[in-house]
């Protein structure tokens, strides 16, 4: 006859099993390391073409919107690209799909806040208001993996909150932005893959 802590045994272990189908937890932590690495260079390749004497004339202009639009987009689909393989890969390694219930939740509760604050930013920007960028990228961005962390690793819930905060500071102080906009897609990155990767990769791998 089986005791009662053989059925609360039981009943945690598929209740767990229940809450791990509906959680995505294949992300890749040298994936975050490597967006942060990409961040960083757009952030410096812009402040360089910021700072060259041949475009100080433009500040402000239309060539500046459109190269920081360009850098924010290159640095975004290349980011994309390496998310996505580096899951694959890691998945596949474990046996898993990387389309699955927990995935499809996490990238729907992301998507939310993450397109409609996109939309909104470009529509400031559109209207010659370049100083919300940096504060509404770190923000909707932060909101957006606040709003996923209940499908996937606790730890994106933390990196939100910090986004969200440097993103408040970037606010309050606009002549920073590029700054808290590397520190926030940059560094705050590649501590958050280090870290993932060491705790849930490297392990695993031991």
């Known amino acids: 006859m089986k005791t009662t802590e053989n059925y609360l045994a039981e009943i945690k272990e598929i209740r767990k099993m229940m809450e791990d189908s509906s959680r995505f937890l294949s992300l890749s ?4 390391i490597l967006i942060g690495i990409y961040a960083l260079a757009g952030a410096i390749i812009f402040y360089l073409k910021m700072t060259a004497p041949q475009t100080m004339e433009y500040r402000g202009s239309t060539e500046v919107i459109s190269l920081m639009l360009f850098i924010a987009v290159t640095v ?5 690209i390496t998310v996505v393989l580096l899951t694959y890969k890691r998945a596949s390694k474990a046996g898993k799909k990387i389309w699955n219930p927990g995935s499809r939740l996490m990238l729907i509760n ?3 806040p993450l397109v409609s604050g996109g939309l909104l930013i470009l529509i400031f920007i559109f ?5 919300i960028v940096a504060p509404g990228c770190l923000i909707f961005y932060g909101l957006a ?6 499908f996937t690793r606790q730890e994106i819930f933390y990196l939100g909150i910090f986004q969200v905060s440097l993103g408040i500071l970037a606010a309050l102080i606009p002549a920073w932005g590029l700054l808290f906009w590397a520190l926030g897609f940059g560094l705050m990155h590649i501590i ?3 870290l993932m990767y060491f705790r849930y990769e490297h392990s695993s791998k031991n």
């Open 29 to 32: 932590g040298l994936s975050g």
């Open 110 to 112: 992301l998507a939310i």
């Open 76 to 80: 975004l689909v290349v980011s994309l």
């Open 145 to 150: 993996l606040v709003n996923a962390a209940k």
């Open 127 to 131: 209207n010659g208001v370049s100083e």
């Open 192 to 194: 958050y893959g280090t």
